[in-house]
């Protein structure tokens, strides 16, 4: 979303301006992973990782939004065991 982030949450999504880098930087202590150059993904808010040969997709708890996997992502799930 150019230069704004949108965060998901369990209680709604809004807008930061900020870059996608600085908002990965500040969630450090998460444990989370960046599965696509435009997503992070936080492990509490995983409902189910399903995959389809060399790619992936992950569904977000509480909702039917599907999160992609890039391949550089699925190394990172792999690495976390999260798969």
Do not use: C, F, N
Not at 22 to 44: F, K, M, N, P, Y
Not at 50 to 72: Q, Y
């Amino acid at each position: 979303e150019d230069h704004y982030v949108r965060v998901i949450t369990d209680q709604g999504s809004s807008l930061i301006r900020m870059r996608l880098s600085d908002a990965i930087d500040e969630l450090a202590a998460w444990d989370g992973v960046q599965t696509h150059r435009s997503w992070w993904v936080a492990r509490q808010g995983i409902d189910a990782v399903s995959r389809k040969g060399r790619t992936a997709e992950i569904r977000l708890k509480g909702s039917d939004m599907i999160v992609p996997v890039s391949r550089s992502g699925l190394a990172r799930l792999k690495e976390k065991s999260w798969l």
